[in-house]
């Protein structure tokens, strides 16, 4: 009877360390526990697949490190199909922090497929206001970057010879650990009826059901299981999916504790009707 | 007066000028916004200035009160450090300021992040509880869609993910979209209020 009464109460200490030990253990020693596609990161996968070459993909890098493990294997999977498909990529970031991130992208994916800077990707950066900036990429993108990140004039880049505004760019693709995708809808697909997708923290996704329902993202990716989704659909298992293992076991982890402690809290409910 | 009656009329004017610029098509109104969007962006580069200088003068002012000094001290630090490291070395790829933030600033941000795992199984363990019907509901759709997002869902079975799913494309939709349209109204109004010099809160008192 102590026992159960004690599965009420375990010091949070004990499972921290049960915790720790979960993460540990998967992330030395992978499980491979299969990853199924849902159909949010299908639906973006195939958007971008049907892309007819030279298409233009906005990679909009809107969160910093805090979210890094969760949204960095997004960016870089998509950066990675889309050079892969030969379409081109625009970089930029709406958030400060985003900028280091980005730049890492853009310094090693475009090398693995052999494409050319300013012609085939380029990296425009970070603009401070999220609203004068999505307007603004609607008008024309070489007046609100009028350089890019490096430092070379947007009008000399051969990307920008066919690429002014939201027209011509098949979609944008904002990764976040905040609401900033709900903003690229509020602007650009409100105002330029622009197509947007997304890749948001785990904890965020459910937020962004409704605009998926209404067909204003073409796609969603959740967390890092979306991640590792898309990992798996562009055949390229990377930083997701060694990290799923770990986080399914965490989740279990987490279902039984809950389990133990409703045991606990069940049998500490009778004895005092009692 | 002037500091407060000057920024509401600025404020009431573009507030009209902007609403219904939205619907007049000529090329007239189109430089109109155009030039807006160069302003706003103009004022925004001032606005992180402003932030910077703020944070400094606050973190001065706690330093001199000997208020939770090693922090201050560390913050002005590193402003001041990697500023200068980014005006003397550049920004560029595997530079030292590059170096700074994804070996310093990726780890740390990283770290505060993922111990919230920690606490959120801790005060899942202990906040869980089945007490009423409706905390059961919860309990059982979070046990469905936490198995049903993780690979473990599909090998137990595969409605498993489907149903998963369904939580989240219906009952979880049904909600958030009453609270997007009601948050939808309320931005509505929050803008009229602030256009007419009602809503007042923005002027800083």
């Known amino acids: ?274 | 007066m002037l500091q407060k009656q000057v920024p509401m009329f600025i404020c009431f004017l573009m507030g009209l000028l902007l609403f219904f610029q939205f619907y007049i098509p000529a090329s007239w109104s189109q430089n109109f916004y155009n030039t807006i969007l160069r302003w706003i962006l103009g004022i925004s580069s001032f606005a992180i200035v402003l932030g910077v200088v703020s944070l400094i003068r606050h973190h001065l002012r706690k330093i001199r009160k000997k208020e939770d000094l090693p922090y201050s001290i560390t913050l002005i630090f590193s402003i001041f450090a990697t500023t200068l490291i980014g005006f003397i070395g550049g920004i560029k790829s595997g530079t030292l300021f590059d170096k700074i933030f994804n070996y310093i600033q990726i780890p740390l941000q990283s770290s505060m992040f993922a111990i919230l795992a920690f606490y959120m199984a801790s005060a899942a363990y202990r906040a869980f509880r089945a007490r009423n019907v409706e905390a059961t509901l919860l309990l059982l759709s979070a046990f469905v869609v936490m198995i049903g997002v993780i690979g473990i869902g599909d090998l137990i079975h595969p409605f498993v993910p489907s149903f998963a799913q369904w939580i989240l494309d219906v009952p979880n939709l049904a909600a958030k979209r009453g609270i997007a349209i009601g948050v939808g109204l309320g931005i509505i109004a929050t803008s009229i209020k602030i256009i007419l010099g009602i809503e007042r809160n923005w002027l800083g008192r």
């Open chain 1, 1 to 274: 009877m102590k026992f159960l009464e004690y599965l009420a109460k375990i010091d949070r200490r004990i499972i921290y360390l049960i915790l720790v030990i979960s993460i540990i253990i998967p992330l030395i020693k992978p499980l491979n526990l299969p990853v199924g596609t849902s159909h949010p990161v299908k639906s973006l996968f195939d958007f971008i697949e049907k892309q007819p070459e030279g298409a233009v993909i906005l990679l909009s890098v809107d969160y910093d490190a805090s979210v890094y493990p969760e949204c960095h294997p997004m960016a870089r999977a998509i950066a990675r199909h889309v050079l892969s498909k030969n379409l081109r990529l625009i970089c930029l970031t709406l958030n400060p922090a985003g900028t280091g991130l980005a730049l890492e992208i853009i310094t090693q994916i475009p090398n693995e497929y052999n494409k050319k800077y300013g012609e085939d990707y380029v990296f425009l950066g970070f603009r401070p206001d999220i609203t004068a900036t999505i307007l603004g990429l609607g008008e024309d993108i070489r007046k609100i970057f009028p350089y890019d990140y490096f430092g070379n004039k947007t009008d000399t880049l051969k990307i920008f010879k066919d690429v002014k505004n939201y027209d011509n760019i098949a979609l944008v693709v904002s990764i976040s650990g905040s609401a900033l995708p709900v903003s690229w809808i509020y602007l650009a697909r409100g105002r330029y009826g622009q197509d947007i997708a997304a890749g948001v923290t785990a904890v965020m996704a459910a937020d962004y059901y409704p605009y998926l329902r209404t067909g204003q993202f073409v796609g969603l990716l959740g967390g890092m299981k979306g991640a590792a989704e898309y990992e798996k659909l562009i055949n390229k298992k990377e930083l997701a999916t060694s990290g799923m293992d770990a986080i399914s076991i965490s989740h279990i982890l987490i279902i039984i504790f809950v389990i133990i402690g409703n045991i606990g809290y069940i049998f500490v409910l009778k004895r005092r009707k009692k």
